[in-house]
DNA sequence: GCAAAAGTGTTGACGATACACCCATGA
DNA sequence: TCATGGGTGTATCGTCAACACTTTTGC
């Protein structure tokens, strides 16, 4: 930023946003893809992005992005919790020009079969172990989007962000289940949602709700808080 | 990525790097920074940073400036702890044209003075309290640094890369202490990072070295580990 | 001797684990 | 009445904060 600036002499990049949208699915972790219809890649399995616009910030280009590709409301999306995985710059991982690309991480409760709007083709919810073969280096940032939500599930509360608007403590459970891939102790993890304040709110009126068979349970809201103290750590501690 | 695609059509960005290198200095947090030569903001203080080149990736382009910032070699850079922050990309953050900052942050034992070398007029160790009026969005990028390094002392061995190869818990424990702005009751530090399998290993031939008057105390090495299980949480276990 | 810094020991509070057990519902 | 999932209780263990105490140096 200090040096070497010489207007119209700078390296000419193109900037673009890609996006890592996870779900939980009939018990399995599921990420949105998208089929590209032009070279390179023609026809293979990409993240969902696109190229950042002059007047747009990356993040503001990542949730156009994510409404264009879900169907969503802008509404909806404007609530959707999405964070800045990292940034990709191998000079390399585009052949067609320099592409710089922010990563962006999205968790979204069970929504329905995307439109494959906006430009894409086709787009679908893919479970992660089927998601292989992906274009540029999308892979890796899959890769690097899976291991960073689940290190935050252990601190923060946004495992409620796969849930729909109600939901049961053993939904919640099944999120931190899904996406470590580990089966937990039901009552310990009930005791943990619910000693840590602001992380869940019992909703008022108790009305209840079936999963199937078996007891019907509670119903709860997600909390104030975003963080969790102390932190709901995997089993074995192993941060994988 | 899946659609726009116009080749020499798509919107030009420059792309930098910029980097918030932290050390310990006599008990204080400092951060290194260069005085700009040029407008915009010349004369004001800045984040070290420069263009990527069109050959090179963001991590590699930090790595190059950092070692022209601050006269080390280039193997001594090569071997530092340097990791990406985030990416800055408002429209509005550089006024000249659309500038998109991969951020880096690096972690560094007391070095020599910067020679102000390679293109920055001077360049400095700044308390991280006095580092104030930063050309650009250079504070807020200074404040998520700070903030990031602070969490990942928890849950990471990278404290000991604030330190020289040799160090005595004594000076470790001040790393968390500056960094944290807190104190830490030693005789449970102690335990704590000794009971941390390859947080730490003793230096054998048992030579002691003073940090003044008192016992002199034992030295260590970095150890093997870069995680800590369990974390060594902050008092009063909040984020901040 | 005294201050200062290193190092050891002990205790009690708290959280997590690993269970056993009861409750409500559908088939 | 049995299988299924929801919900409660409890004993045990490990970790950590707090604090008392000893050791080794410089002055």
Redesign the pocket.
């Known amino acids: 930023m200090i040096k070497d600036y010489d207007p119209g002499a700078f390296p000419p990049f193109a900037v673009t946003v890609d996006l890592a949208v996870f779900t939980v699915r009939e018990g399995r972790l599921h990420v949105l893809l998208v089929e590209r219809g032009e070279d390179p890649y023609k026809g293979a399995w990409a993240l969902p992005g696109g190229f950042v616009r002059p007047k747009e910030s990356a993040g503001q280009a990542a949730r156009r992005e994510l409404a264009e590709e879900t169907s969503l409301s802008e509404e909806t999306v404007a609530g959707l919790h999405l964070e800045q995985l990292r940034t990709y710059s191998d000079p390399d991982r585009d052949p067609r020009m320099r592409v710089v690309s922010v990563a962006y991480t999205a968790l979204v409760p069970d929504l329905p079969e995307p439109r494959g709007g906006g430009d894409a083709a086709h787009a679908r919810w893919t479970p992660l172990a089927s998601a292989r073969g992906l274009a540029f280096d999308h892979e890796r940032i899959l890769a690097d989007a899976h291991h960073r939500i689940g290190a935050k599930l252990e601190y923060t509360c946004l495992a409620t962000t796969f849930c729909p608007p109600e939901f049961?403590?053993?939904e919640l459970q099944q999120v931190y289940e899904t996406v470590w891939g580990v089966e937990l102790?039901?009552?310990?993890f009930?005791?943990?949602v619910l000693t840590t304040p602001g992380f869940v709110e019992a909703v008022e009126g108790p009305p209840?709700r079936?999963?199937?068979?078996?007891?019907?349970?509670?119903l709860y809201r997600a909390g104030a808080a975003s963080a969790l103290h102390?932190p709901?750590?995997r089993?074995e501690g192993r941060h994988t």
Chains 1, 2 share one sequence.
């Open positions: 049961t403590l053993g102790d039901r009552p310990n009930r005791r943990k209840r079936t999963g199937g068979r078996g007891k019907p349970a509670a102390p709901l750590l089993p």
